[in-house]
C-alpha cells in the first residue's frame, strides 16, 4: 500500500513539472490608459477642443474563446485582447464667443456646437512575429453613445476653462457661449477597423503604415496613415514583455530533426522604451455627424471637406508598469467653406498616462 502511494505520488510530482517546465508562454499585460486631447494647451480654442477617455484592455482568457467560436488562427503567436472605454469629445466653431459687432451668434454658416458620450467594446488580433517587422495587429470596435445636451459636453467645457482660468489666470481660456444651440441629442453608434504592419523595424527606427475605417451614424471614413519612431525601441505593440516565453515554445514545438530557425538574443529583448514619432494620416470622409448634422432630427449643418489630414509629433516612455506619451496633432481644415477663408486648420494637445499591470 505505501509502495502504491509512493508511486503514485512521485508519478502526480513529475506529471506537475513536466507541466510547468512546458508552460511557458507568458501574457501581454493588462492597459489601464488615461487620455486626454485639448487644444487651450495647444493655445488654439475652436472645432475639435476637447476628449477624454478612460480604456482598459488586456488577454483576458474569454478573448481567446471568441476567437476559437470565429475560428482565427491559433498558437502561441497569436494574442487575442479584448476591452472597453468610456468617453466624452466636443466640438465647437472657429469662435466660441461674439465678436462685439456680431449680432447672430454662433454663426449659422460656422460649425456648430456637438458633443458626444459613447462607450465602446473592442477586440484585438496581435500577431507576434518571431522578427519584429513580421508582427501585425487588427483592432475592431464597436461604439455606441449619445450627442446633443444628453452628452454633458457643455457643461464640461464649461467646468474646464473656469478650472483653468483659477489655475492659471483669467485669460488662459474664454467662457463658451452659444451652447444653448448645439446639435440635439439622439443616439449614435460606429464600428471601425484598423490594421496596422511594420514596413522596417530596428531597435533604433521603425516604419509602420495603417489602414481603417469607420461606418455609422457618426463617422463614414476611410483611412490610410503611416508612423516613423526613433529612440530606444523594444518590439511592435509592446511585444518585448512576451517574446521569450514565444521563442521557447515555438522552439518546444520543433519537432526532432528540424532545424533550428533564427533565434533572436532572448537576453536582448528589451522591457522598456523611449522615443520621437511622427505620425501622418489621410481620411476620405462620406460623413462627419459633426459637420453634416445629426442623422434622425434635423440640425444645423455645413458642407464638409471631403479629404481631411492629420500629421502628429510627439514623445513615449514606457517602463515596468507605466507608460508616457505627449505630442501636439495638427489637422487640415474639416470645412469646405469656412466662414473665414483664411481660416488655417487646427491643432491640439494629447496626454496619454498608462498603467500596465
Request: net charge neutral.
Amino acid at each position: 500500500m505505501l509502495k502504491a502511494l509512493a508511486l503514485l505520488t512521485a508519478s502526480c510530482l513529475a506529471q506537475a513539472e513536466a507541466s510547468s517546465a512546458a508552460k511557458v508562454e507568458e501574457k501581454l499585460p493588462f492597459v489601464t490608459s488615461l487620455h486626454f486631447e485639448n487644444d487651450v494647451l495647444a493655445k488654439s480654442d475652436r472645432l475639435y477642443t476637447n476628449g477624454v477617455r478612460i480604456e482598459h484592455f488586456g488577454e483576458y482568457d474569454g478573448c481567446r474563446s471568441i476567437a476559437r467560436t470565429l475560428r482565427l488562427p491559433d498558437g502561441v503567436q497569436h494574442r487575442y485582447l479584448c476591452g472597453g472605454s468610456l468617453a466624452q469629445n466636443m466640438y465647437t466653431p472657429s469662435r466660441i464667443v461674439p465678436l462685439p459687432e456680431q449680432e447672430v451668434f454662433p454663426d449659422p454658416n460656422d460649425r456648430p456646437y456637438g458633443g458626444w458620450l459613447h462607450g465602446g467594446i473592442f477586440f484585438q488580433h496581435i500577431y507576434a512575429g518571431r522578427a519584429p517587422a513580421d508582427s501585425s495587429r487588427l483592432t475592431l470596435q464597436a461604439t455606441v453613445g449619445v450627442t446633443g445636451p444628453a452628452s454633458g459636453a457643455a457643461q464640461t467645457q464649461r467646468w474646464l476653462h473656469r478650472t483653468l482660468n483659477d489655475i492659471f489666470g483669467h485669460t488662459v481660456a474664454r467662457i463658451p457661449v452659444g451652447w444653448e444651440k448645439q446639435l440635439p441629442t439622439e443616439p449614435a453608434f460606429h464600428f471601425s477597423a484598423l490594421r496596422e504592419q511594420p514596413l522596417l523595424w530596428s531597435p533604433v527606427v521603425d516604419v509602420t503604415w495603417s489602414a481603417g475605417a469607420m461606418l455609422g451614424t457618426v463617422f463614414v471614413n476611410a483611412s490610410l496613415g503611416g508612423t516613423v519612431r526613433v529612440g530606444y525601441l523594444a518590439r511592435p505593440y509592446g511585444l518585448a514583455p512576451i517574446m521569450p516565453s514565444v521563442v521557447k515554445e515555438l522552439e518546444a514545438q520543433r519537432t526532432p530533426g528540424e532545424a533550428s530557425s533564427e533565434l533572436m538574443a532572448i537576453r536582448d529583448e528589451r522591457a522598456w522604451e523611449a522615443y520621437l514619432y511622427a505620425r501622418g494620416q489621410v481620411r476620405v470622409v462620406a460623413r462627419n455627424l459633426f459637420l453634416d448634422g445629426t442623422l434622425f432630427r434635423p440640425s444645423i449643418s455645413v458642407r464638409k471637406a471631403p479629404i481631411v489630414g492629420d500629421s502628429e509629433f510627439g514623445a513615449a516612455f514606457r517602463t515596468g508598469g507605466f507608460q508616457f506619451g505627449l505630442s501636439m496633432v495638427f489637422r487640415s481644415q474639416e470645412m469646405a467653406d469656412p466662414p473665414n477663408p483664411l481660416l488655417s486648420g487646427h491643432r491640439f494637445t494629447q496626454i496619454q498616462l498608462s498603467y500596465l499591470h
